[in-house]
């Protein structure tokens, strides 16, 4: 399914925007939680709790460095599947996904960057977080 098509699943545990610049204001300039992180903030901080646990693991600079390696044919095909509306989501979907790749292959499939992945594959742009950190839920856009 191109991503733009959307098509919201009938049940799933987040938030819905249906507005583009709605989600980009959640995305971009909308403090979460007590702690007042914007969404990319939120999302470096569970990256960074996640490449912590590879520290002194030299397995996982092997994993890393196939994934980076592959990055620019991923960018290739995530920007052939998003139209021009959505075109602007491009280094937010990329590193999503990049991210979630990397989680799964320290993690497996669990996590916060499961979360994004499941929002994802349901044809969505996670753009944000509902309430606090700790015991809130994804915002997610899907396209009308």
Not at 34 to 50: N, S
Not at 121 to 129: E, K
Request: with cysteine.
């Amino acid at each position: 399914m191109d991503y733009c098509e959307g098509g919201e699943p009938a049940v799933h545990p987040w938030d819905v925007v249906r507005d583009l610049d709605e989600a980009k204001t959640y995305a971009w300039d909308t403090p979460i939680g007590d702690e007042e992180f914007l969404w990319t903030d939120l999302r470096e901080y569970q990256m960074a709790e996640i490449r912590g646990a590879t520290y002194g693991q030299p397995s996982f600079s092997a994993i890393k460095e196939s994934l980076s390696g592959n990055l620019k044919i991923f960018t290739m095909l995530v920007r052939q599947r998003l139209d021009d509306c959505h075109r602007e989501l491009l280094d937010d979907v990329v590193g999503d996904l990049y991210n979630c790749a990397f989680n799964r292959a320290v993690n497996g499939a669990n996590g916060f960057f499961e979360q994004l992945f499941d929002a994802y594959r349901a044809g969505g742009w996670p753009c944000s977080w509902a309430g606090e950190i700790s015991s809130g839920r994804l915002i997610v856009y899907f396209p009308k």
